[in-house]
């Protein structure tokens, strides 16, 4: 089996788009959004954009490129291995001062445990199979991902472990520690537990010992949620807030809630269906989500898993793999799957789940809080800001059953594209206007590759979902739309795919022009541009499995967050909005969306039909 880590060498460096490829492509996406007048001023910025500051700015992020592509391919270069990675990591995440949690983070409903007799017993496995996962990536022998056959990059596997987001003012940081301790939250204490080479009974025996200790005491000063919702505050409030803690007596509390390698929140919950395991994982209720920390494993009274994961260091499909291969390895302890795919790969046949654990006795240690009258009062206050987010959060899981990628197939279409014609639908029908919409993309062909947006709205998905409510237009001719708009929607994904779009591009661009003390150029400024950036339809789909479902809310009031998976007899939409706008309901536009799928099925199917008599 190859080294993952030696295949990395052998990826491509990510290309730098042409000035003249990234303006074409904006235009082309703004021609469905913005008026006439508007497309052709912002044409006229763009060539003058070229002629002018564009090239000093594409001089800049060429010598960047160049500068980037002489680095190492195993990570040590990291934020300069390609010319995009530190634009987009401060961009996107590091530089935002919003709140991350339930902003930003993810959400993952990622086991059921049927019950609750062995909720300990199960979760200790669990941990074992995080750490197996761990073992695989630290000596390489984690299978490569493909892509079309292809390997795809790993890097990010590097920061899945230990890695924190650290509040910084103007710009947070991202920090790492190989550490051999979890931190543990129950009703608000927070334990330090040794967990790397000590056996899956001993973790038990801690997990219940941590259960015993945190029910014979009272709730922490500041209440049960208080220091963990210090995390939860704008990116400067907590900057603050955490630089106070470390000068007031918790400098070894700070350190070792960064330094372990990622929590466990044993929660005083019992969400029943999907939505609630969602909508718990989002915010725990205001409790045991230390917001930074790259994920948090919640359980359940109930048995039931989610994740809480911080966005920065990673993309949804590698933390995915990841819960996959941690339930499989908790399944087969259990007896329960035969024929673990990921744990087979390693392990051979018979599974031998104990053979690389260790034992090590399990250490553990309550870590307590030095508090004040201040810091007392700012646990109140973020505790209190923090349910107010919560409360405003809408979210909702939506199974469309009878319906999956066999039913799209038929159709001869590809699933992704059907999906994100359906969305195009039910928002216009929902909202009565033409979406700016978001869709990820993956970029990981390429060396330390992530995402880039796919612009979903086109002249051509607008004519169909036009077309869909005009009643003096035939089935054949709906048909003929929509695969005219799935056509472009698949060849602008390939796009993406090989970073041959814009998005990314000008917002290295405008970067840069900070950067290098430029004024912002007036094609940023353009009414346009800023339409597209106004993103109000944010959508991503989950491929391969691993995972009951994924989400995560919507960046503005104004916008729905939508994530999908599509399963071979059904789709899974998780859905959010914010109760600040009640025009964005959730309930309304999971009506429409089931609305839009049945009536461009049943469009396809009798157009189909009539061409067969023809």
């Not at 909508?279 to 205001?286: G, K």
């Not at 899981?397 to 059907?418: L, Q, R």
């Not at 993956?442 to 086109?458: I, M, N, P």
């Amino acid at each position: 089996m190859p080294n993952m880590w030696e295949m990395q060498q052998d990826l491509e460096r990510l290309p730098l788009p042409s000035l003249q490829q990234s303006l074409d492509g904006y235009i082309e996406v703004l021609k469905a959004l913005v008026s006439p007048k508007e497309v052709e001023e912002a044409r006229k910025l763009g060539e003058e954009f070229i002629r002018n500051e564009g090239k000093v700015l594409q001089e800049h992020l060429q010598k960047r490129k160049n500068e980037c592509d002489k680095s190492n391919s195993d990570g040590s270069d990291y934020p300069n291995t390609t010319w995009l990675e530190r634009f987009w990591e401060e961009g996107a995440y590091l530089k935002g001062r919003d709140p991350i949690a339930i902003w930003l983070n993810v959400m993952l409903d990622a086991f059921d445990d049927k019950g609750t007799e062995h909720r300990l017993k199960r979760t200790a496995w669990f941990i074992i199979g995080l750490l197996d996962f761990k073992r695989q990536i630290d000596t390489g022998i984690l299978p490569v991902e493909k892509a079309f056959g292809k390997p795809v990059c790993s890097s990010q596997y590097r920061k899945l472990f230990g890695t924190t987001r650290v509040p910084k003012r103007g710009c947070d940081e991202l920090t790492a520690s190989n550490s051999d301790y979890i931190a543990v939250e129950r009703k608000g204490h927070w334990y330090k537990v040794l967990v790397v080479g000590v056996q899956p009974q001993d973790i038990e025996a801690a997990l219940r010992s941590i259960e015993h200790d945190a029910a014979s005491r009272p709730p922490p000063a500041g209440g049960i949620g208080g220091v963990s919702a210090m995390t939860s505050q704008d990116r400067d409030t907590w900057a603050d807030g955490r630089q106070y803690m470390l000068q007031h007596g918790n400098k070894d509390f700070i350190t070792d809630m960064e330094g372990a390698l990622f929590h466990v929140s044993l929660a005083p919950h019992r969400p029943e269906d999907h939505t609630a395991v969602w909508l718990s994982t989002a915010h725990s209720h205001c409790n045991g989500i230390w917001f930074d920390k790259i994920f948090t494993v919640l359980v359940y009274e109930n048995g039931k898993i989610g994740l809480n994961v911080e966005h920065t260091p990673a993309d949804a499909r590698v933390s995915t793999r990841m819960i996959a291969h941690a339930c499989e390895y908790t399944n087969a302890a259990a007896g329960v799957t035969v024929g673990c795919k990921w744990i087979q790969k390693v392990h051979g046949d018979p599974i031998d789940l104990n053979r690389h654990i260790g034992n090590k006795p399990c250490y553990w240690n309550r870590m307590d809080v030095a508090t004040d009258s201040h810091l007392l009062g700012c646990f109140r206050k973020a505790y209190d800001h923090l349910e107010v987010m919560a409360g405003q959060t809408m979210l909702r899981v939506c199974i469309y059953g009878g319906f999956g990628a066999k039913h799209i197939k038929e159709m001869k279409c590809g699933p992704d594209s059907m999906v994100q014609l359906i969305l195009q639908l039910a928002f216009k029908r929902d909202q009565g206007y033409t979406p700016s919409t978001y869709e990820t993309a993956s970029l990981r062909k390429y060396l330390h590759g992530r995402t880039e947006t796919l612009r979903t709205t086109s002249v051509e998905s607008v004519k169909f979902v036009e077309a869909m409510d005009d009643r003096s237009s035939s089935a054949v001719k709906r048909d003929a739309l929509f695969r005219k708009a799935a056509d472009v929607h698949k060849t602008r994904m390939v796009k993406c795919m090989n970073a041959e779009s814009f998005d990314r591009h000008l917002l290295c661009l405008k970067m840069s022009a900070a950067d290098l003390g430029m004024p912002t150029p007036a094609l940023f400024e353009h009414s346009a541009y800023k339409y597209l950036s106004n993103i109000v339809l944010s959508t991503s789909q989950l491929a391969g499995g691993g995972v009951e479902g994924f989400g995560f809310n919507a960046p503005t009031p104004t916008c729905y967050g939508c994530s999908y998976r599509i399963l071979n007899d059904l789709i899974v939409f998780n859905l959010c909005s914010h109760k600040a706008h009640p025009n964005f309901d959730i309930v309304r536009f999971e009506a429409a969306i089931y609305t839009a799928a049945a009536d461009i099925m049943r469009t396809l199917r009798e157009a189909a039909a009539r061409k067969s008599k023809i």
